[in-house]
């Protein structure tokens, strides 16, 4: 099922790449996936191509009914995976070495592990960035961003880095 409304999803878009630029993923493209999930038990996934620095993100439709807070943490928390992707990679090398089953184990204890840190992290820093675009909502949606930028420059964190954000790098949509 794509994105109801067009803008919403351009909006979304936008949003996943001002958030990668803000969690320090600048040199890496982002994709949105045109196509919401309708199965699954996940709001979101996420995923890499292997050798490139490319992130997909996928939306289930459970996530238009989160808040825009749940929103914001979402996205940020599968964004923050892709700093674990190398090293999940790396790890996928032991796959030669290892039996079937002692990776499996191994890498389903390292998963749950990661999904812990990288959603603690993902409550820790996601208040301290922009919310999304309600659809609809644009004027309040941004100012609601603008606000929490405000947040940031006064001294919570470093200061966003505008310039930066400005950039549309997403290629094109993922489909
Ligand atoms: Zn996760």
Redesign the pocket.
Known sequence: MPFKNEQHYQDLRAYVREMADRLELRDWTTFLHREVQTTGEYTASMSCTYGRKFVHIYIAESFFEMTLEAQRQTIA??LI?VHFYGWRWAFNNLQKILSGTTFAIVENSIRDQE?LA??AMADAIARYLPLPTKPNRRKRATAMATRDKNDLVKGKDKPPLDAECDRDRTLSEFE
């Open positions: 928390h599968e995976h999904e990288v959603d």
